[in-house]
Each structure stands twice: as C-alpha cells, then as structure tokens.
C-alpha cells in the first residue's frame, strides 16, 4: 500500500522522512514558511499574459500559442496539473495548428514559483512531447531549480491530502 501516492517514484528515505513529518504536524507548516507569498495572476487573460511572456523571453523560436487557461476540472486526481495540447485542421490548402495550455486551477492559489514551474512544464511540451532528457533539460533552462519545485509541490500535496 502507498500512502504516499505523489512521492511514489522518490526514495524510501525522502518518503519516510515526509512520513515524519506528516505525522509530526511539521510538513505542511514548514512548505508554508518556505513559500508564503501568493502570485497575482488570477484571471484567464492575466494567465495567457504571463506564459507569452515566459514564451518570448525563454522559447523565442516556439511556434505561437492558441489559447491558455485556467482550468477547474484539471486536477492531481487525474494526473494533470496542467495540459499542452495541438489540434491540427485544415483550411483550404493549409494545415493550421493551435496549441492551446491549460493550467489546474489549484495553481491560482499557490506560490508564484510553483506557477512558474507548471508554466514551464507545459511551454516544455511544446518543443518535447516525453518526459525525457531534452525535456527535462529544457524545463531547467526556463526554470532552473525546476527539480526541487517539483518535490515541494508533490510534498504540499502529499500534506494537504494528509491533513484532509
């Protein structure tokens, strides 16, 4: 049995060291005091503003966005934070492609550098559809403490699904 079902592909020693301090009371308290500013971006078009700014100052070659958004029904229960998709149609003789983000919700209400990481997660698919070297390499490049951001935010989730 996994309690700890987002820490799942981590060590035996980093789950059971969240382990005690999930039992302590001491894991959500400290993510807390790690992280206790809230970012501004709360609507769709303040959303949409922030990735294309991301986009032109780390992905200049990236080909242009459709739409990004907010989205309530994205959620870790279903293993998605956040989604990067392409749809291709034609019209005429051209094929068009629109890539459209989507952002889970729970983000507008977490810390900027964990909006940042998602943000980058998903500008990443753009270029890699895996989740392989390259993309992890690029996720790095637009954030470069990618790796430790992504371990604090499965810990936060690990705590407030512990805390109920």
Known sequence: MNDLPYLTGYSDELRDQARELLVAGQ???????RYPERHAVRTNRELTRYVQELKAL???TAPPLGQVVYDDRLHVVHGALGLQTTTTRVQGAKLRKRRDIRIG???RDQAPEFLHMIVAHELAHMKHAEHDRDFYRLCEHMEPDYHQLELD???????EEWEG
């Open 27 to 33: 894991l959500g308290p400290q993510l807390a005091a």
């Open 58 to 60: 780390r992905m200049r």
């Open 105 to 107: 919700a729970l983000f």
């Open 153 to 159: 935010l499965r810990l936060i989730l690990t705590a």
